[in-house]
């Protein structure tokens, strides 16, 4: 009898780019569970967004044509940097609304397999192992969020992406300070890896009084 081989998928660099890329619109804007960082941390209303089914899982995505433009950009930017093995970390940011304060940053750390992007080799890693991986992380997000403090006031976002000194900036981007936290409470969340780029996940949030005490 012959023996079973799980089948790889074939991942090129800008296949890998575009799995990456497109995790972070939904890793921002996603509900799996009725539950993300955008939605139930109140940063935009409920019936605002629409369910749709990504991963595997439930969620809802905003129909606010301001961010879905954003957010699409954003992809595309992300998608090039990925490709050219210049992007290191993407950070979404939520601030209040009425003093700028940094109440939580979302962090992504990026590793490039520095081989595929030099000599344009490939890798293989199963489509199912990728989702299930992004799928816990997804999981993480909807858990999490339930137990970080309460954002009582209005709250913005925004998006930090830190690459290399030689890459070429858009316009539309604009240089920025970190938008640190200052002693703030973290949460490592699971990583997933395409075989090109593994992105590792962290959350910090600003510190309730209570804790303080």
């Known amino acids: 009898m012959a023996s079973k081989t799980q089948t790889k998928d074939i991942i090129t660099i800008k296949g890998s780019a575009a799995i990456v890329s497109e995790f972070f619109s939904y890793a921002a804007n996603r509900i799996p569970f009725a539950s993300s960082i955008l939605y139930n941390r109140g940063v935009y209303p409920e019936e605002s967004f629409t369910k749709v089914k990504k991963y595997g899982l439930p969620m809802l995505l905003t129909q606010d044509e ?18 050219a093995g210049k992007l290191q970390r993407v950070v979404l940011v939520i601030m209040s609304k009425l003093t700028s304060e940094v109440l939580e940053r979302w962090n992504f750390n990026i590793e490039t397999d520095a081989e595929v992007v030099e000599q344009g080799v490939s890798r293989e890693k199963s489509d199912k192992e ?44 604009i240089e920025s300070d970190a938008k640190l936290i200052k002693n703030p409470q973290m949460v490592k969340l699971h990583s997933f890896d395409t075989k090109i780029h593994k992105v590792d996940t962290l959350v910090s949030y600003k510190n309730d009084e209570w804790d303080e005490q």
């Open 66 to 83: 301001g961010v879905k433009s954003f957010l699409a950009n954003l992809t595309s930017q992300l998608s090039q940097w990925l490709e």
């Open 130 to 173: 990728i989702m299930r991986e992004i799928q816990v992380i997804m999981r993480q997000i909807a858990s999490c969020v339930t137990y970080l403090p309460c954002l009582d006031d209005p709250c913005v976002f925004d998006v930090l992406a830190y690459t290399d000194m030689d890459v070429a900036v858009p316009f539309t981007w």
